[in-house]
């Protein structure tokens, strides 16, 4: 491969910020130079009065996820594209393991998914939805391959749901073996009696999905889990975490010193509750956890805590079903017409991230750059084994590079969009920077608003142990 060096440009990682020029060889960055150097190179890069940053790291995508009937619409081929449009160089997405079935057999099924569809470098988690003997040995030969981080569900029961007793022996067994147990935290047994009641008493809007879920329910889930991770020793993730309820009890657990950490989503950021009424409209913002009042204040404590590192990591969970009927797929958002608890849960969002956490949090004085690059791409790489190859520009890493223009705006719309859904959950927003240029592994794959990759330019990355434990 020719050498390719990006010029002019300001390159910030999570700690610096640098008038630096940054040297790429076969794949990898090689140098980064001060101005007044006289290297040349046969492909040249202007990023003149924009940042230079480390491609972005989603560490939760459900591409093709199956739930309630349907499938989530963006494959692997059109999700990692719209995830390289939004400047994410590498997802973690969550292999399924279902009930009766073997979690080998879950995660190979979700390689072939992958494999050759890629436009970016993908890791898994394995959802292990039936834990036994079997799924317990299992976790050590998947973490043979790389897969090194279990996703399990208090949500969702006749699911993907694991009892307590399922729970803690997952978690033996990867206290045992250096595993991060990540978990949807959402007492899911207390729900499904609140969603009875609600549909008994005819609330069957969209709407109800957000109430029925308290917040409460949420913080109570992440306290059980945090428990059952300190008495097996685990590590524990919580993901898409939304509820000052379960804030409070990470920090409570951080400060106790223990490995316990967590993640927000953009969706939790900046949507709320009210996004979920106006009809069957609200189906859009569907996802568990839901949407959150905005009034009770849970969007300040989650911008608070990104700030203190109470929170680590700001993921998408992209999971989108299309509010039409997909091509494929058929009928997703209105199965759920008349029964808000039919709807399938989740949103997309790979696309938008890195944007909307520069615009919402940079260029809204929330967070620092240094910060926005932490939480979205050096983090995710060090909480999933993945560091210092992804996740940084440094000598010896891979050269997965964003280029921000950070004094362009632009509309998200889903008529410009690039996942497979068919609407945004941010139309019409004004984002104040705009991706420019993506590198994966040296090779441009966006500018120009063009695509020029390939599908299956995107490898399977086998992950380390976690290396963050801050
Ligand atoms: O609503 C959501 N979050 N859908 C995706 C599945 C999950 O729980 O992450
Ligand atoms: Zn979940
Ligand atoms: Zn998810």
């Not at 899911?188 to 009641?197: K, L, N, S, T, Y």
Request: aromatic share 8%.
């Amino acid at each position: 491969m020719s050498l390719t060096l990006i010029r002019n440009g300001t390159v910030v990682t999570a700690v610096e910020k640098m008038q630096a020029d940054v040297l790429i060889d076969g794949g990898k960055v090689v140098a980064l130079l001060g101005r007044e150097h006289t290297v040349v190179a046969e492909n040249e890069i202007d990023a003149e009065g924009k940042l230079v940053i480390p491609g972005g790291i989603d560490v939760h995508t459900h591409m093709e996820l199956p739930f309630g009937g349907t499938f989530a619409a963006d494959t692997f081929e059109t999700g990692t594209r719209a995830a390289a449009f939004g400047g994410t160089t590498t997802i973690i997405d969550f292999a399924v393991q279902t009930k009766g079935q073997s979690a080998m057999d879950g995660w190979e099924a979700w390689m072939e998914k992958a494999r050759g569809n890629c436009a970016i470098d993908y890791g898994f988690h394995m959802i292990t939805g039936d834990i036994n003997d079997q799924t317990l040995k299992e976790m050590e030969q998947l973490m043979r391959e790389g897969v090194t981080s279990f996703k399990m569900f208090m949500a969702y029961p006749g699911v993907f749901y694991s009892d307590d007793g399922q729970i803690v022996r997952a978690m033996q067994k990867a206290a045992e073996d250096g595993a991060t147990i990540c978990m949807h935290a959402e007492n899911g047994i207390a729900i499904d009696v609140f969603v009875q009641q609600a549909l008994e008493r005819g609330e069957t809007d969209p709407l109800y999905h957000g109430i029925v879920r308290k917040s409460i329910l949420e913080g109570e889930a992440a306290h059980r889990a945090i428990k059952l991770a300190e008495v097996t020793g685990a590590q524990l993730y919580i993901v898409h975490l939304s509820a000052k309820e379960a804030l409070d009890e990470v920090i409570r657990a951080r400060d106790e010193g223990l490995r316990v950490y967590a993640e927000t989503c953009p969706q939790y950021l900046f949507l709320s509750l009210d996004d979920l009424g106006n009809g069957f409209e609200g189906a859009k913002y569907v996802c568990s956890p839901p949407l959150r009042d905005r009034a009770a204040g849970h969007q300040d404590r989650l911008w608070r805590g990104l700030r203190t590192n109470d929170l680590q990591v700001v993921s998408t969970d992209h999971c989108p079903f299309c509010m039409g009927d997909h091509p494929r797929f058929g009928t997703q958002k209105q199965l759920g017409q008349g029964d808000f608890s039919k709807i399938p849960n989740g949103m997309p969002g790979v696309e938008n991230r890195m944007e909307l956490i520069y615009s919402g949090g940079v260029a809204e004085g929330r967070i620092d750059a240094n910060r926005f690059v932490e939480i979205t791409a050096t983090t995710p790489a060090r909480m999933f084994g993945l560091y210092p190859r992804k996740g940084t520009i440094a000598v010896g890493a891979d050269a997965d590079i964003v280029i921000l223009d950070t004094k362009a705006t632009h509309v998200i719309t889903a008529e410009t969009h690039h996942m497979d859904v068919d609407y945004s959950a941010y139309e019409g927003w004004e984002l104040s920077c705009m991706v420019e240029t993506v590198l994966s592994k040296g090779k441009v794959i966006i500018s120009d608003g063009t695509y020029h990759g390939n599908p299956g330019d995107g490898e399977y990355l086998p992950r380390g142990l976690s290396q963050y434990h801050n």
